[in-house]
């Protein structure tokens, strides 16, 4: 399993509060409780060439996970295209947080992903949803970060496949905040938390979530679907 770790790595360099948090940024974090035996971490950032995600990287990354916030513009769209394909022949796709606004998030829904936001510093508790699913394995009913931003419903997505976690804020608001998709090929978890003030992704919680969806997005090894003109399987009628 090859697993790279994408981080716009911006906030860590300018915000001494992130830097303090994340002083190699958020993706050595990721990285650090996502290498296990038989799984090679890399991590690629955007001030990278080519964002750090070459076609070397991106044809040998099993999952991908992408963290991004005050550049989502500055990322190339021949990038983000070869992200969307790479997806669609199959590769895992894991987007937290900030990353609802990126640009591969975006292309993948069809929607604006937009939703409620306010920087409080409130507590979150993540409901799980869908007690069955691989990514809520050894969460408990509910877990609770006691300081994160707030994001509110409505979250422009289209209808997930499933319903992984439901957040509650402080403030009242709801969110959902584990959300799972298939285009193509490809997996995809949407992952809530994480927001860059906060420490957030020391959380065992949050941890062993990402760790699970990472298993759950690995690709399942098929060809893509064979599309177009076809040749009858069955001999025809009349030949
Ligand atoms: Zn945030």
């Given amino acids: 399993m090859n697993i790279t770790v994408w981080n716009e790595f911006r906030h860590e360099k300018k915000n001494q509060t992130v830097a303090d948090i994340y002083p190699d ?15 090679t971490v890399r991590t690629a950032t955007l001030d990278e060439a080519e964002h750090g995600l070459t076609d070397d990287v991106l044809n040998n990354t099993d999952v991908l996970l992408w963290w991004g916030h005050v550049a989502h513009d500055e990322v190339s769209d021949e990038i983000v295209q070869k992200v969307q394909q790479r997806v669609l022949d199959g590769m895992g796709l894991i987007v937290l947080h900030s990353g609802h606004f990126s640009k591969i998030f975006k292309q993948l829904m069809g929607t604006s992903c937009d939703l409620k936001w306010r920087e409080a510093g409130e507590k979150e508790r993540l409901w799980v949803i869908d007690p069955a699913h691989p990514i809520a394995e050894g969460i408990g009913e509910y877990f609770e970060l006691e ?6 419903e409505h979250f422009d997505i289209p209808a ?3 319903l992984v976690f439901m957040s509650w804020f402080q403030g009242g608001e709801v969110f959902r905040s584990g959300v799972t998709y298939k ?5 995809i978890f949407y992952f809530r938390p994480g ?18 969806a990472v298993k759950w997005a690995a690709p399942v090894k098929r060809e893509r679907p064979v599309y177009g003109n076809a040749q009858p399987i ?3 009628k009349g030949e």
């Fill in 147 to 152: 300081q994160e931003e707030m994001y509110g």
């Fill in 195 to 212: 927001h860059e003030t906060h420490p957030t992704y020391y959380n065992k919680n949050v941890q062993r979530v990402i760790q699970n």
């Fill in 234 to 236: 069955e001999t025809l």
């Fill in 183 to 187: 285009r193509g090929n490809g997996k």
């Fill in 160 to 162: 997930p496949d499933e």
């Fill in 25 to 39: 940024g958020i993706h050595q974090v990721l990285a650090s409780f996502l290498k296990t035996e038989g799984t």
